[in-house]
């Protein structure tokens, strides 16, 4: 992997061709040795990097299903191919579920997920079905469905595409390398990153080591992973500087990462100590308070992703974030994923009437 030069990729980004129009493969060297015709690409990545009140924002949001899933899942669905699998499975909170699904329409398999009963956001289930999964509603939590789901793909020989696949972390470093190369390879000092499962923080871990040992960077990033204070297992475990491997029943509004024991445990750790990261936790009200703000910069997001600017603002208060630090925040899914969790007054029934538009509009300076 190292003689493969970034500029390579650069030029890349400027090319026809559907596979390097894909912010995964663009980087395919470096993420998985296989011929071209055989790749599964929709195409995904290459999403936008805004910058707001001096913080950037990657939105991965903007991707085919809207999540970030679909960096790991083309990849994982590529080699569930090459491997001849006819199903694949995952346990789900509901973007991997929406992202696996889509791909294995696209590639002609059968998908099968898992998910916590009652417990998915609106978009993510009706994208699951609308790509014609079946769906299988445990009556149990994120975690419950995680331990079904690997006992079914070792009893049944299905094919997981979960991100305990390292195919799937091989995919979601690209978010890195591309935001790496969004800001012309002068990295930020700080990457954020919502922490669930712990694949992404797996992966950007991975994602930096390689770009450091291929000499694309010259300077280390440091992770900053955050959870909800509800499912907050990784920060716990971090408190006590990963002495323990900690377990929680989890609950949070951010219904994506309510998750109490990650399975990416182990090399989310070897991430955090390779970028001498940090892990922190934000409140319910801290998220849905970042969540209304990213909302209103005209970006939007899901509450889960908030959790990366609630996260910077409480590492910024209490000082080992600075100010003049450059920060991109990672924003891992879309605002239509989660309509129930949108909370406006500003909807009011009128009659049709220009007296009441007048009325209205003067009452809402
Ligand atoms: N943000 C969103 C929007 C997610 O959907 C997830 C995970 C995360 C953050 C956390 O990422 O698990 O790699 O630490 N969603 C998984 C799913 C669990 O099933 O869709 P992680």
Redesign the pocket.
Known sequence: MNEVRRDVFDARRTSRKTIDQSGVWRFREAVLSIDESEIITHPEGSTRLYERDGIFFKHEGENPTG???DRGMTVAITQAVRLGARTVA????????ASAAAYAAQAGLRAVVFIPAGKVATGKLAQTLAYGALCLQVRGD?DAAMRLVLEASQRLGIYLVN?INPFRIEGQKTIVWELLQDLEWDPPDWIVV????????SAFGKALVEAREAGWISKMPRLAAIQASGANPFYRSFKENFATRHRVTPETIAS??R?GD?V?YDKAVAALRETNGVVEEVTDEELMTAKRDIDHMGIGC?P??ATTLAGVRKLRESGVMRDSDRIVCVL??HVL?DPDAIKSDKIVEIDPEISAVERILAADR
């Open positions: 999540s970030f899933k995952c346990a789900s909170t509901g973007n991997t579920s994120f991100s919502p922490a669930g499962n712990l694949g992404n923080t994506a990462i998750i990650p990416s899901e889960a992703s891992t899914g994923k």
